[in-house]
């Protein structure tokens, strides 16, 4: 089941990259906002190692994303 979820994780990524290299850093706030969310949710069902692993992964990705995005919010 959390492969499927990491699935949906990795194209919402994929996702906000696509609207930020648009420059639609709103809606890429709110597509990051529902990844969060969705990291949230397999960090609750997960207990397995490899998924913890992938998870931080996903965290430190999410974080430089958003950095990214407030960083293109302020020169605009």
């Not at 529902?34 to 992964?57: F, K, N, P, T």
């Amino acid at each position: 089941m959390n492969n499927n979820l990491f699935e949906v994780l990795k194209k919402n990524v994929q996702e906000i990259i696509d609207l930020m290299a648009q420059k639609e850093y709103a809606a890429a706030t709110f597509k990051l906002a529902d990844a969060s969310e969705l990291l949230d949710e397999i960090l609750d069902l997960s207990a397995d190692d490899g998924d913890l692993i992938e998870i931080s992964r996903y965290q430190v990705l999410l974080n430089q994303l958003q950095q990214k995005i407030n960083a293109a919010q302020e020169k605009s």
